[in-house]
């Protein structure tokens, strides 16, 4: 049985406790993870350790020839020193291949990180004498859309702050994944609101600046609950406020909504736990939503609508239409409240 893959949480918690290996290799498609691992091994070493002992060098302009060199020196008033190489992605593999003879023979007072951010590795040789010589290897994987309630969830979690599953919901449409920015907005939220603090829609409306009726959580409330005149008014709201949600980020909360919707509608257990089961739910918070839709749409209904969110997406991203995003947006809210239920619909 495969070796479960090495989460970020648990990555950090070990540099953290200074439970340190010689041999690192970071690589993935989510950046900020790699960031925020470079962060931590950059402050491994005393302030008064770092001036001797830290080396950052960026791959593209470095002779890994001397890399190798500067990992073999001791230490100097410490007991390690830590090598950073960055935009390993950026490397020649040849050059990150001259570091294969050292992986295979690591000094243990080393720290050697090479990082490739956003890309895939290269350089066989040294991926192939660092796996065999045990080094760490951790691959950040991208956040995607279904994940991000819990992982904001979990977050303030650990912190030792509540979230209503609302208010979890609003931050995870009016940010998204931009996890830069998500943490940031969390880490205000905690320090503003404390630990032993519950997040709620209003404390998400007043410090993260999102409005707890006008969301993209509230309008894809109004569009299962198949109430136009709600779904309108925040479509308006939309437009007079530009900024306030992606248009990308309506488009995925939307089609997230009728792509689950149409889940539940062909599963065969359509109880509680059959349906969170087939939706990959862990809460039946969810499932309120998706039981409201069920009574107002078909199946043929949500294949329909399915049909124009993608249509409309492609369109509010300027592939064969110059219109307006906000009357497209308008479009589609009348689609989806009028859609017939035919298999092939004229719009």
């Not at 470095?62 to 950073?84: E, F, G, H, W």
């Not at 010589?133 to 691959?139: D, E, H, I």
Request: aromatic letters at 8%; charged letters at 25%; hydrophobic letters at 45%.
């Amino acid at each position: 049985m495969a070796a479960a893959a090495l989460t970020f949480e648990a990555l950090s918690a070990s540099i953290k406790a200074g439970n340190l290996k010689p041999v690192y290799i970071l690589s993935g498609d989510e950046g900020y993870f790699i960031d925020e691992l470079v962060k931590l091994f950059s402050n491994v070493l005393k302030e008064d350790e770092k001036e001797f002992n830290l080396y950052t060098l960026f791959g593209p302009q470095t002779d890994m020839n001397v890399a190798v060199d500067i990992c073999r020196r001791y230490p100097m008033m410490a007991d390690r020193q830590v090598v950073i190489i960055k935009e390993a992605q950026s490397t020649d593999a040849r050059e990150l291949d001259k570091l294969a003879k050292y992986m295979r023979e690591p000094s243990p007072q080393t720290v050697l990180v090479v990082a490739f951010r956003g890309g895939k590795t290269k350089g066989a040789e040294m991926l192939t004498a660092a796996k065999k010589a045990g080094a760490v290897m951790f691959t950040s994987k991208p956040v995607y859309e279904n994940q991000l309630s819990s992982l904001i969830r979990n977050y303030l979690s650990a912190r030792g702050l509540n979230v209503h599953e609302k208010a979890a919901d609003m931050l995870r449409d009016s940010v998204g994944a931009n996890l830069s920015k998500l943490y940031n907005e969390l880490d205000k939220l905690v320090g503003i609101l404390g630990s032993g603090a519950t997040v709620t829609p209003e404390a998400v409306e007043q410090h993260v600046g999102v409005s707890k009726d006008y969301n993209a959580f509230e309008f894809t409330d109004a569009l299962a609950a198949r109430d136009g005149a709600k779904a309108m008014r925040i479509a308006g709201y939309f437009r007079a406020n530009p900024k306030a949600v992606p248009f990308p980020m309506i488009s995925a909360s939307v089609f997230g909504l009728f792509s689950d919707l149409l889940v539940a509608q062909s599963a065969r257990d359509k109880s509680e736990h059959g349906l969170m089961q087939a939706l990959g739910l862990k809460s039946p918070w969810g499932l309120k939503r998706i039981r409201l839709a069920m009574s107002r749409y078909n199946a043929w209904q949500s294949i329909e609508i399915i049909r124009a969110i993608r249509a409309y997406d492609a369109q509010s991203k300027g592939i064969n239409s110059r219109r307006d995003p906000f009357d497209m947006l308008e479009e589609l809210v009348f689609r989806i409240i009028t859609a017939p239920g035919t298999l092939f619909p004229k719009y």
